[in-house]
């Protein structure tokens, strides 16, 4: 009921926004907050999704490895991942729940271990990505936004996380187009005030009436690693039973 | 062997052309050396092909074997015609070991009720390796250092799923008993024979008594309830089967000489009963698991036999059938820079039986990965203190410092030591002399 609700929201938005001329949208001041759980509902906007990526990791040198997963999401708080490729790390689940449960099920033990909320910034599988990254998105729960400028295409946000979250970043710029608020580039800075990370999404379509990208790239800046994400195999509002989100999927080899 | 031999390449054969289209074949190839510190002597050689056959003919269905195939130890030939014999095992000593091999039936029956049947290993537990309540599969104590491994045992295991409970039942017709370590490290594992003051032991032998092949001596059946209940998973346990463990019920002393004695021991494996509970979560962002198994023991009475000592028979209490309780209490952290810590405190290894013989470890560990995870350092330690009230006079602490580097996917290459010293009578301090330096090569496919 609450994601028809959400949807049904974000529905009236893009019809007043469509139905705005673009000198009447620019008139009315952005509420930087609103702005975000916009991008929000845009990322989220599916009901559910499957996804293969396939993320070559990017060493300074150039040389490259690459990881296969495919990724299952319903809503905007429960996720599924399972590796693919390569062997060593096969069949190895990722699951996130709403209020930060995580689960991770590791095939040579044979066990669904419950995780706590540290890992959730720390490096997934040797990605440039974290945990929280892959776990479900949702900008506007965790951080207060600021307008820091307006470019012709894009509302520049300034994110702070909100007292009792648990972040690395001491705060995020944020890039998001206006015309479809999908956030097209985040710059991560560290508690020094230092930009540490950029994350760029790029191609970004509509896929089955859903605004996509089919890249999303991970740089660190300190060590010069980048992770970049291709989507493949994307498919949108297929139904997912509530099943594919248990520890039973979990560890079941498809 | 060969027909083993055979027999695995006809599995593979035969799955080969299915697994193409629904499912693949993976595994590992390893070698593990191991060399004592002070004097060089080779304590482990092993090179082992674990091979996985995976399969999915319908998404009901899902198989699952898993064999070693394994070079172990170092020659023991003692005769040219051990050399000269087609069978090269003595020279060449290698074995076939089917770990697992099940068969998954998703939604038996109801689509709530997935079915697992065959040899398989069900962890239950869940604290980090070290669980009290996983006494589904025996140890498998081969490698002392490979802490927590089980063997696969062939059980029926069923699990109902129904909102967030999850209800699982296990039934396994035949006793397994666990495996020991060889016979340099099984003296960690062993309690010191008490003799006759001024006595000696000379040839030490012993005879399983094991049980009766029928359903109600040998099977075991055990049932788990889980759930989380304010953001922790919890679950509840119980089983009835045996000890994969064995205790003396007969020791016969035979003079040598004035001043040795032989010793035969007849051992057996004593019914017990398992009551377990786990849970798992967080505090604030650090992880938090506790788990404990209550274990309820048939007495075992050893009868020391010492009449031809002229020193007639003793009967004493080896396991008193009074309950006893194994736990571990522990949590794990990552700080901001990556430092990983995990801590545990455990009361009770997996051979320890008895209220009396249970001692005190803590098992802490630092990992830290480096160079986008391609090196990953690990500090861990342990302590064993057998007597609480005097920690003292009894115990014995282990570093295990290990590096493992990551040169491709799935290429590792891990060196370490292991290192112990003690005091007084520990299990591990037994091991004092036995500090080792290891490098392990391993590439997954």
């Keep these: 009921m609450r994601v028809a609700r959400s949807l049904t929201a974000l529905g009236i938005l893009l019809i007043l926004t469509q139905a705005l001329p673009p000198s009447e949208a620019r008139a009315i001041p952005p509420d930087p907050q609103a702005v975000l759980a916009r991008a929000d509902s845009v990322i989220n906007a599916p009901l559910d999704q499957i996804q293969d990526m396939e993320l070559i990791l990017i060493e300074k040198n150039g040389s490259e490895r690459i990881r296969e997963i495919r990724m299952w999401q319903k809503g905007d708080d429960t996720r599924t991942v399972k590796?693919?490729?390569?062997?060593?790390?096969?069949?190895?689940?990722?699951?996130?729940?709403?209020?930060?449960?995580?689960?991770?099920?590791?095939?040579?033990?044979?066990?669904?271990?419950?995780i706590a909320a540290h890992v959730k910034n720390q490096s997934f599988a040797g990605t440039d990505f974290t945990y929280d990254d892959m776990g479900t998105i949702k900008y506007a729960d965790d951080y207060d936004a600021?307008?820091?400028?307006?470019?012709?295409?894009?509302?520049?946000?300034l994110l702070s996380p909100r007292p009792g979250t648990e972040k690395d970043y001491a705060q995020l710029k944020m890039w998001i187009t206006k015309g479809t608020f999908y956030p097209i580039k985040t710059?991560?800075?560290?508690?020094?005030?230092?930009?540490?990370?950029?994350?760029?999404?790029?191609?970004?379509?509509?896929?089955?009436g859903y605004w996509t990208a089919a890249e999303v790239e991970m740089h660190d800046l300190k060590t010069q690693h980048r992770t970049r994400m291709r989507l493949s195999n994307v498919e949108f509002d297929s139904g997912l039973s509530d099943d594919m989100f248990t520890a039973r999927f979990l560890q079941r080899r498809q | 062997m060969g027909t083993k031999a055979a027999l695995l390449c006809f599995l593979v054969g035969l799955a080969a052309p299915s697994v193409s289209a629904q499912g693949q074949i993976g595994g590992h190839v390893l070698t593990?050396?191991?060399?004592?510190?002070?004097?060089?002597?080779?304590?482990?050689?092993?090179?082992?092909?674990?091979?996985?056959?995976?399969?999915?003919?319908?998404?009901?269905?899902?198989?699952?074997?898993?064999?070693?195939?394994?070079?172990?130890?170092?020659?023991?030939?003692?005769?040219?015609?051990?050399?000269?014999?087609?069978?090269?095992?003595?020279?060449?000593?290698?074995?076939?070991?089917?770990?697992?091999?099940?068969?998954?039936?998703?939604?038996?029956?109801?689509?709530?009720?997935?079915?697992?049947?065959?040899?398989?290993r069900i962890a239950w537990g869940t604290a980090d390796k070290i669980n009290p309540t996983d006494n589904l599969n025996p140890d498998d104590l081969e490698d002392i250092w490979d802490f927590g491994r089980h063997l696969g045992t062939s059980s029926v295991l069923a699990q109902y799923y129904r909102g967030d409970v999850t209800i699982s039942a296990v039934f396994t017709p035949g006793f397994t008993p666990a495996t020991l370590p060889p016979?340099?490290?099984?003296?960690?594992?062993?309690?010191?024979?008490?003799?006759?003051?001024?006595?000696?032991?000379?040839?030490?032998?012993?005879?399983?008594?094991?049980?009766?092949?029928?359903?109600?001596?040998?099977?075991?059946?055990?049932?788990?309830?889980?759930?989380?209940?304010?953001?922790?998973?919890?679950?509840?346990?119980?089983l009835t089967g045996r000890?994969?463990?064995?205790?003396?019920?007969?020791?016969?002393?035979?003079p040598v000489d004035s001043n040795s004695v032989d010793v035969h021991s007849t051992l057996v494996y004593p019914r017990m009963s398992v009551l377990g509970a786990d849970l798992s979560g967080a505090i604030r962002t650090v992880g938090v698991w506790a788990e404990i198994a209550v274990f309820f023991p048939e007495a075992v009475y050893t009868t020391l036999d010492m009449s031809a000592l002229e020193l007639g028979q003793q009967e004493i209490v080896s396991l008193p059938d009074e309950h006893f309780a194994r736990y571990v209490v522990g949590g794990d952290y990552t700080f901001a820079g990556g430092l990983y810590i995990n801590a545990q405190f455990?009361?009770?290894?997996?051979?320890?039986?008895?209220?009396?013989?249970?001692?005190?470890?803590?098992?802490?560990?630092?990992?830290?990965?480096?160079?986008?995870?391609?090196?990953q350092i690990t500090v861990a330690g342990a302590v064993e203190i057998p007597d609480s009230a005097h920690p003292g006079d009894n115990y014995a602490i282990i570093g295990m410092p290990e590096i493992a580097y990551y040169p491709s996917d799935n290429s590792e290459i891990t060196c370490g030591v292991r290192v112990i010293g003690e005091k007084g009578q520990t299990s591990f301090g037994q091991l004092a002399e036995m500090d080792e330096g290891y490098i392990v090569f391993r590439y997954a496919f």
Excluded at chain 2, 243 to 254: K, Q
Excluded at chain 2, 346 to 369: M, P, Q, S, T, W
């Design chain 1, 83 to 114: 590796f693919l490729e390569p062997a060593d790390v096969r069949n190895i689940g990722f699951l996130s729940l709403p209020d930060d449960v995580m689960y991770l099920y590791m095939p040579a033990f044979k066990k669904v271990r419950r």
């Design chain 1, 187 to 208: 710059e991560y800075y560290d508690r020094g005030g230092s930009l540490c990370k950029i994350m760029e999404r790029r191609e970004v379509s509509q896929i089955q």
């Design chain 2, 183 to 238: 016979a340099d490290w099984a003296a960690a594992l062993s309690t010191p024979l008490a003799l006759p003051g001024g006595v000696e032991a000379g040839k030490l032998s012993d005879e399983l008594d094991m049980p009766v092949n029928t359903l109600r001596e040998t099977a075991s059946v055990a049932v788990k309830i889980a759930r989380p209940v304010l953001n922790y998973d919890l679950s509840l346990s119980y």
């Design chain 2, 243 to 254: 000890s994969d463990f064995p205790v003396p019920i007969r020791v016969v002393l035979t």
């Design chain 2, 346 to 375: 455990i009361h009770g290894f997996a051979h320890e039986l008895g209220r009396d013989c249970l001692h005190n470890y803590v098992v802490a560990g630092l990992e830290k990965k480096l160079r986008n995870d391609t090196i």
């Design chain 2, 32 to 120: 593990d050396w191991r060399a004592r510190l002070d004097d060089g002597k080779v304590l482990w050689n092993e090179n082992r092909l674990e091979l996985e056959i995976d399969a999915s003919p319908t998404s009901k269905a899902h198989l699952f074997a898993q064999f070693w195939i394994r070079g172990f130890g170092v020659s023991e030939a003692a005769t040219t015609q051990d050399l000269m014999g087609l069978d090269k095992r003595k020279s060449n000593p290698w074995d076939l070991l089917p770990r697992e091999a099940y068969v998954d039936l998703y939604g038996f029956f109801t689509p709530d009720l997935d079915l697992r049947i065959g040899r398989q």
């Design chain 1, 146 to 157: 600021k307008l820091a400028e307006e470019t012709p295409d894009c509302f520049v946000l």
